[in-house]
Each structure stands twice: as structure tokens, then as C-alpha cells.
């Protein structure tokens, strides 16, 4: 969720499925995926470990440009110079504006998941999760 923009397919897909392992989301997605998509629809994504396709990605902000699997490199290159016929310096610093706080604010959440995360690895609900997505089936979860 740091890449500035990301170009995606309608085939494309995100997920956020943590809570089908029995886990917590981890990289600071939960610093960056509600200031991207919202509150409610991260929510949405994190507590139901939903699938979203790429035009739904694009209708909520996740993905800035939606084009063909084909013309996806393209549709990349033609942004990344849209951006580079502008003053660099300016460009620069309009970044650093809009990035300023993202990392201490991702580091903190990120230590906060961590936490999160090691107590859930030891839990049967988290080893039901593993082997319920390797097997491709729901988990059967016990709270334990």
C-alpha cells in the first residue's frame, strides 16, 4: 500500500485474508489500507478476508489506473512520464509533503501488529487457519 499509484486489471486482486489464517494483518496495512480505501471498506477487507477484483479496486481507490492485463506496463509507463513532464523538484517535494509522518506512523502500527501477530501464531485457531487455506476450505475456528 506505499507505492504512490498502482495500475491494475480488472482480473487483478487484493485481499487482505490474515483473518483466515487466524492472524493479523501485518505491513502496516492497517495504518495504510483505511487512509487509501476508508475505514468501513478496509474493514470490510480485513475482517472478512474478502477478495476484491480490480474494477472493484478501482471504484474504491485501491487502484488509481484500470486497463487490459496486456496494456498494464504501458498504462504504467504512460503515467510515470505523465509525472516526469513536470518539475522535479516541485514533484519532489510535493511527495515529501504527502509521504511526511507515513513512515514513523507505519513503524509504530507495524510494532503494534507485531504484538499482535506473535500472540496469534501460537494459537490453534492460527495452525487450523494455515492448513484450512492450504486445503482450500473454510477454516473450522475454536477461539483457542
Same mark, same amino acid.
Given at each position: 500500500?506505499?507505492?504512490?499509484?498502482?495500475?491494475?486489471?480488472?482480473?487483478?486482486? =487484493?485481499? !487482505?485474508?490474515?483473518? &483466515?489464517? +487466524?492472524? /493479523?494483518?501485518?505491513? +502496516?496495512?492497517?495504518?495504510?489500507?483505511?487512509?487509501? *480505501?476508508?475505514?468501513?471498506?478496509?474493514?470490510?477487507? =480485513?475482517?472478512?478476508?474478502?477478495?476484491?477484483? +480490480?474494477?472493484? !479496486? /478501482?471504484?474504491?481507490?485501491?487502484?488509481? $489506473?484500470?486497463?487490459?492485463? %496486456?496494456?498494464?506496463?504501458?498504462?504504467?509507463?504512460?503515467?510515470?512520464?505523465? *509525472?516526469a513532464e513536470n518539475a522535479p523538484l516541485a514533484v519532489m517535494s510535493v511527495r515529501a509533503t504527502m509521504r511526511a509522518g507515513i513512515a514513523a506512523a507505519v513503524k509504530s502500527q507495524t510494532d503494534h501488529e507485531f504484538i499482535e501477530q506473535h500472540r496469534l501464531?501460537?494459537?490453534? %485457531? /492460527? &495452525?487450523?487457519? $494455515?492448513?484450512? $487455506?492450504?486445503?482450500?476450505?473454510?477454516?473450522?475456528?475454536? +477461539?483457542?
Amino acid at each position: 500500500m506505499l507505492p504512490d499509484f498502482r495500475v491494475a486489471s480488472p482480473e487483478t486482486r =487484493f485481499t !487482505a485474508n490474515f483473518v &483466515k489464517l +487466524g492472524f /493479523h494483518p501485518g505491513f +502496516g496495512l492497517t495504518y495504510t489500507l483505511p487512509r487509501l *480505501i476508508g475505514q468501513q471498506r478496509a474493514n470490510l477487507m =480485513f475482517y472478512t478476508g474478502r477478495r476484491v477484483d +480490480g474494477e472493484t !479496486a /478501482h471504484a474504491w481507490g485501491l487502484a488509481d $489506473v484500470l486497463t487490459d492485463q %496486456d496494456s498494464l506496463r504501458a498504462e504504467a509507463l504512460k503515467l510515470a512520464a505523465e *509525472i516526469a513532464e513536470n518539475a522535479p523538484l516541485a514533484v519532489m517535494s510535493v511527495r515529501a509533503t504527502m509521504r511526511a509522518g507515513i513512515a514513523a506512523a507505519v513503524k509504530s502500527q507495524t510494532d503494534h501488529e507485531f504484538i499482535e501477530q506473535h500472540r496469534l501464531q501460537q494459537t490453534e %485457531d /492460527h &495452525k487450523e487457519g $494455515v492448513r484450512a $487455506v492450504a486445503e482450500r476450505r473454510p477454516g473450522n475456528f475454536k +477461539g483457542r
